[in-house]
């Protein structure tokens, strides 16, 4: 059985701070690695995409992988109240995206 | 493109009535993916279909589900008969490849069984 495991939160951070959004997965053959945004009553959107081990960032945003542990976190920087969602961890395996639960960031003006 | 197309966006049926979801994927896409999203299970692949031929309908949890996508535009999933615990937010998703490319979920269709 595949799992992505995510802490539901609510994670809550102050306007401007950093939020730390962690995510382990059980399948030591996965390849690539997914943040998506979900906010309340919409669909899934990808924020960013990881594949190799270390950091990659993209504007507010940096992912990092660390295969050996099985670890995937999403940090935001400067968080505003527009990031208040719920974010997803995504895997790919062999095939398809298996999902993590998601955890709700809460940012608070 | 306008995105991955699904309807209705809402419905509500009885229990023991057949509901049929509907859903276009983009464009030049060879995948299509239906998920289940509810508070208790988190986002579940349902099926996904790749060049309109079903490859892995695992996550489909009982006989009274089923799905179809007779061409590469098209694609429904039914629930017949319906039950109360089959109500959440049915999504379909699309993707160019199944690795290392993002997919691009429509607007799902909420289903409430009563």
């Known amino acids: 059985q595949k799992e992505v495991e995510q802490n539901s939160g609510p994670l809550s951070v102050p306007e401007g701070a950093i939020a730390s959004l962690n995510c382990t997965y059980s399948d030591r053959g996965s390849q690539s690695f997914f943040w998506y945004r979900q906010y309340s009553g919409k669909s899934p959107e990808l924020i960013m995409f990881i594949y190799s081990n270390g950091d990659k960032e993209d504007g507010r945003f940096t992912a990092q992988l660390n295969k050996a542990s099985q670890y995937v976190s999403l940090l935001i920087r400067d968080s505003q109240p527009s990031d208040s969602a719920t974010y997803l961890c995504a895997v790919i395996g062999y095939s398809t995206l298996t999902f993590g639960k998601g955890t709700m960031l809460l940012v608070s003006p | 493109d306008a995105g991955v197309i699904q309807s209705p966006r809402h419905e509500v049926t009885e229990m023991g009535q057949e509901v049929t979801l509907r859903c276009k994927p983009i464009?030049?896409?060879?995948?299509l993916f239906w998920y289940r999203q509810t508070m208790m299970r988190g986002l579940e692949l349902l099926i996904y279909f790749n060049n309109n031929v079903p490859i892995d309908d695992s996550g489909m949890p009982e006989d009274r589900f089923s799905a179809k996508m007779p061409n590469a535009s098209f694609s429904t999933l039914k629930i017949q008969p319906s039950e109360p615990r089959d109500s959440a937010v049915y999504f379909c998703a699309s993707s160019p490849t199944t690795q290392n490319t993002e997919a691009f979920f429509g607007q799902g269709t909420r289903l409430t069984v009563v």
């Open positions: 464009s030049g896409h060879d995948y």
